[in-house]
């Protein structure tokens, strides 16, 4: 079947296990997907990897699409703002609603980003995460 959502070529999606002991485990490093290209990129402090550690440690797969054997690869786009905020989060492309509130309400969560600059000044920079729920 053809997929209306073209996904980005090349970037390692964030993968979200379930494993029976409650831990969640991050598979695979993600280079966050620019939308707007600018001369300076946007920084999350400690970088792509801290990012990824942050989206890993508050990501709780819902009981309900567990209970239910539900997974899929649920698509959020935000936007840093020019004070490094994480602001206008939606789900691009969801699953399930659970697991897309899921995905919503843990990138409303990051923290405050070094704001990225174009010709020296804070512009806001959109970007798009795929996090990927799977149990195992």
């Known amino acids: 079947p053809t997929d209306v959502f073209a996904e980005p070529t090349g970037p390692p999606d964030i993968i ?50 567990f209970e239910l054997g539900i997974e899929g690869k649920v698509y959020v786009q935000f936007v840093i ?18 697991l897309d509130k899921e995905a919503l309400r843990v990138v409303s969560t990051i ?8 010709r020296g000044k804070a512009v806001p920079v959109s970007f798009i995460v795929p996090i990927n729920f799977i149990i195992d």
């Open 16 to 65: 979200i296990y379930k494993p029976k002991d409650d831990v969640i485990i991050i598979e695979d490093p993600i280079e966050v997907i620019e939308f707007v290209k600018v001369e300076v990129k946007p920084t999350f402090p400690g970088g792509d990897a801290a990012l990824l550690q942050y989206i890993s440690k508050n990501t709780k797969y819902p009981k309900i699409p």
């Open 81 to 98: 703002g020019t004070d490094g905020s994480v602001g206008s989060v939606t789900v691009v492309r969801g699953v399930d609603d659970y």
């Open 111 to 118: 923290p405050n980003w070094t704001p990225g600059k174009q």
